[in-house]
C-alpha cells in the first residue's frame, strides 16, 4: 500500500493510505476501483490511523466549517477545497413526546429530513464522491439510484460544473423526478427495479469512462456517511450514544456510522463505549432482516415491493457486513409493513414535527417495534436516524390523512365547521379507547 501523505503539498492533504479489501486484505492505489481483483470483495479506504491520533483534536474539528467537511481528516480527499455546499451539521432533536410515546426517557432524531442541499442524508455521500471524482479527473459524473441519489448527484453536479448522467427506476415518486430534473441533468428512467438499473449502471461505467458515485467511486463515496457518526458524537458533547436505529437499504450507511464511532475512539476523540446497532427494513423488501431472523451468513436477493422506495434494494452490496455490526454489537434488525410505515410517518410528524420519507416512517415503525419488544432499555440513550425528506414521497400518505375544512369566509360557517372537527376527533378518541 502507497505510504500515507500526511504533510501539506501544493495545497492537498491527506491521512488515506490507499484502498485495501474488506475480504482478503488485497492493497490497492487510491484509484476509481471498487472491486478487489483477486477475490472480488469490496474495497475501502484505508488511514493512518496515527498520524490522525497526532494532528486531529476536538479543537480542530470545532474551528472547522459547519458542514461535514470539519471532519476532512477522516474523509477520503487531497484537496483543501473541496465542494462544500453546506452540507451536514443537521440537527439531532430531543425527542421528548416520542419519547413519552413510546416509553422511552433519552430519545434523540438524528434528523438528515433537512441536509442541504436535497433533503437527504446522500448529500453526504455525493460531496465526498464529487470532491474525489474531481480529482481523479471526472468531468461527467453518474450514479444509479432509488431517488434521493439522483437528486444529490444532479444538485451538487451543478453546483460543482461537472456534467451529470443518472439512471433511476421509471417507477419513481414524482417528488424525487422532479427533483432531479430541476438541476439540468441528462435522466435515463430504467423500465426495472433498482437492482436492474444497477447492473446496467456497471456496464455502462464500464464503457463511458464516467465516474459512477456508487460503482467505481464507491469506496470513496460510502465513507460521506461516516460523518452521521461523527457529527451524534459532536453533538452529544463527545459522548457514544448506547444505540442506534438507523435504516437498511444496501447495508452501507448502517456499516459506515460504527467505523466512524470506531474511528473516534480509536483517535481519542471519544470514550471508548459499546454502541448496540438495530437495522430497519420494509417487509416488501427486507432480505438483510430476513436473514438476520434465521440466523444466516449470507443475505439472499429479493424482489421488491414495497412503497419505502429509497430503501428497495433486493441485492444489498453490504448486507452482509450489516448483520455483522448488529450481531457483534447486541442490537436487531427488524422490518415492518407498509401500513405501519405509514403510521411511523405519521407518528413523527404528530410528536415531534418532523416530516419524514417512507424510509423515515420504516425507521421510527421499527423503534416502535423494538420497545414494545423489549429490546431497547427505556433507559438508554438512543438516537434515531431519520434520512430523508417527507415532500420527497407525498404519495405514501394520501388517503390516511385529514382533509382540510372548506368554509365560507363567514364567522359562523367557521363555528360550524369547527363544531363539526370536535365532534369527529371526540369520536376518533372514543374508538381508540375501545
Partial sequence: MTQAITTQNQGKTTHVKGLQCKECGAEYEAKAIHVCEFCFGPLEVAYDYDALRRSVTRESIQAGPLSIWRYRAFLPVETENPIDVGTGMTPLVRANRLARRLGLKKLYIKNDAVNMPTLSFKDRVVS??????????FTTVSCASTGNLANSTAAIAAHAGLDCCVFIPADLEAGKVLGTLIYGPTVMAVQGNYDQVNRLCCEVANTQGWGFV???????YSEGSKTLGYEVAEQLGWELP??????????????????????????????????RFSGAQADGCSPIAQAFRE????????KPSTIAKSIAIGNPADGIYALEVARKTGGNIESVNDAEIVE??????????????????TTIAVLK??????????EETTVVYITGNGLKTQEAVQGYIGEPLT??????????????????ERLDWQQVLV
Fill in 128 to 137: 465526498v464522491a464529487l470532491t474525489r471524482a474531481r480529482e481523479l479527473g
Fill in 214 to 220: 456508487n460503482i467505481n467511486l464507491r469506496p470513496y
Fill in 242 to 275: 448506547d444505540h442506534i436505529v438507523a435504516p437498511l437499504a444496501s447495508g452501507s450507511l448502517f456499516t459506515k456510522i460504527y467505523k466512524g464511532f470506531q474511528e473516534f475512539i480509536n483517535v481519542g476523540l471519544v470514550a471508548d463505549k459499546s454502541v
Fill in 295 to 302: 440466523n444466516r451468513d449470507f443475505v439472499q436477493p429479493v
Fill in 344 to 361: 411511523g410517518m405519521k407518528l413523527l410528524a404528530e410528536t415531534e414535527g418532523i416530516f419524514t420519507e417512507t424510509a423515515g416512517g
Fill in 369 to 378: 417495534k423494538l420497545v414494545e419488544a423489549g429490546k431497547i432499555d427505556p
Fill in 407 to 424: 368554509i365560507e369566509p363567514k364567522l359562523d360557517s367557521f363555528e360550524r365547521a369547527l363544531e363539526r372537527s370536535r365532534t369527529l
